[in-house]
């Protein structure tokens, strides 16, 4: 059974930072792309961040690019998403997922797998 499960989420204040943190079991996530997705009340979930299985440079939105990083650290099986200059816009319920198959994607569709979901917050 493949479980995917984050961490890490919580309240912060503007400016601050967050490291979310996803463990598989199941899979092995250095076979798959790795995708970071959020999504806000009211809102489509959106794909922010996808991470390919050979270390090439991962992909990041617009929105994200400069402020976050994703990263791997397989021994562990485990992918992370350090998140700085966090603004109150990126308030979401945040998710991995993964896929295999494919390229770098950030449609959900794309993806097979997808852990619960973590609660961030940012607000004064």
């Known amino acids: 059974q493949v479980q995917l499960v984050e961490s890490g989420g919580g309240l912060v204040q503007p400016g601050g930072s967050l490291r979310l943190s996803c463990a598989a079991s199941?899979?092995?996530?250095?076979?798959?792309?790795i995708g970071w997705f959020r999504q806000a009340p009211g809102k489509a979930r959106e794909g922010i961040i996808s991470?390919?299985?050979?270390?090439?440079?991962?992909y990041y939105v617009d929105s994200v690019d400069g402020r976050f990083t994703a990263s791997r650290d397989n021994a562990k099986n485990t992918v992370y998403l350090q998140m700085n200059y966090l603004r109150v816009e990126d308030s979401a319920v945040y998710y991995c997922a993964a896929a295999s198959g494919i390229s770098l994607a950030t449609m959900p569709e794309a993806y097979d797998y997808w852990g619960q979901g973590t609660q961030v917050t940012v607000s004064s």
């Open positions: 991470m390919g299985k050979t270390g090439e440079e991962p």
């Open positions: 199941g899979i092995s996530l250095d076979q798959y792309v």
